[in-house]
Nanobody, 122 residues
Framework: QVQLVESGGGLVQAGGSLRLSCAASGRTFSIYYMGWFRQAPGKEREFVAQISRYGGNTYYADSVKGRFTISRDGAKNTVYLQMNSLKPEDTAVYYC???????????????WGQGTQVTVSS
């Protein structure tokens, strides 16, 4: 099993920045891809970003491209999501995910974190 623990959420004004972290533990050798999803109130969970094990492959949702950056520290088994130029519509619970297969908007990752709240005020 793999455990994922997110941190770094909070309240920020529009235009501000936050950095989310997700630490993986357990059988981390079994996961190749890590990523982030988010779910806003009353909406379905949506894909945000994905990164491969060594960081060579990244992929973003169009809604965050150019504003969010995903990165990974292999030694710490941690993935980060740097969020800049935040907008009120970015308000959501952000979930870390991991899988041995590529994570996309259509995939269902095997492992999930508990989520961290991000609130962007206008």
């Amino acid at each position: 099993q793999v455990q994922l623990v997110e941190s770094g959420g909070g309240l920020v004004q529009a235009g501000g920045s936050l950095r989310l972290s997700c630490a993986a533990s357990g059988r981390t050798f079994s996961i190749y891809y890590m990523g982030w999803f988010r779910q806003a109130p009353g909406k379905e969970r949506e894909f945000v970003a994905q990164i491969s094990r060594y960081g060579g492959n990244t992929y973003y949702a169009d809604s965050v491209k150019g504003r969010f950056t995903i990165s990974r520290d292999g030694a710490k088994n941690t993935v980060y999501l740097q969020m800049n130029s935040l907008k009120p519509e970015d308000t959501a619970v952000y979930y870390c995910a991991a899988d041995n297969e590529r994570i996309t908007s259509l995939s269902h990752p095997s492992y999930w974190g508990q989520g961290t709240q991000v609130t962007v005020s206008s």
